[in-house]
């Protein structure tokens, strides 16, 4: 299973991105996928999650200004950011509770990362 994140970029303060992250691989069913981020000398916190059903969570720091979805149908979670902020600059990485066909059992797993950086 792999989770394949992309999207990032250098933005200037107070525009827009798109993170996507597709999952591929022997997958039997994805329950919530989400975003997290790591800013320097800072813990990974979250950043957004949405379940199968559609169910989202947002940190506080990000509410009304990201949206987080996704295309079950892809095995795709997007996360579009507007309202960028230099506080806003970290490494992105997704992230997935899922099935895979050889075990069918829930497990954790992690995109590589990508990096957003807000910056005139």
């Known amino acids: 299973v792999q989770l394949q994140a992309s999207g990032g970029g250098l933005v200037q303060p107070g525009g827009s991105l798109r993170l996507s992250c597709a999952a591929s691989g022997s997958i039997f069913d994805i329950n919530v996928m989400g975003w997290y981020r790591q800013a320097p000398g800072k813990q990974r916190e979250l950043v957004a999650a949405?379940?199968?059903?559609?169910?989202?969570n947002y940190a506080d720091s990000v509410k009304g200004r990201f949206t987080v979805s996704r295309d079950n149908a892809k095995n795709t979670v997007y996360l579009r950011m507007n309202s960028l902020e230099p506080e806003d600059t970290a490494v992105y990485y997704c992230?997935?509770?899922?099935?895979?066909?050889?075990?069918?059992?829930?497990?954790?797993?992690w995109g590589q990362g990508t990096q957003v950086t807000v910056s005139s």
């Open positions: 949405i379940t199968s059903g559609g169910n989202t």
């Open positions: 992230n997935a509770d899922l099935i895979t066909i050889a075990t069918m059992r829930m497990a954790n797993y």
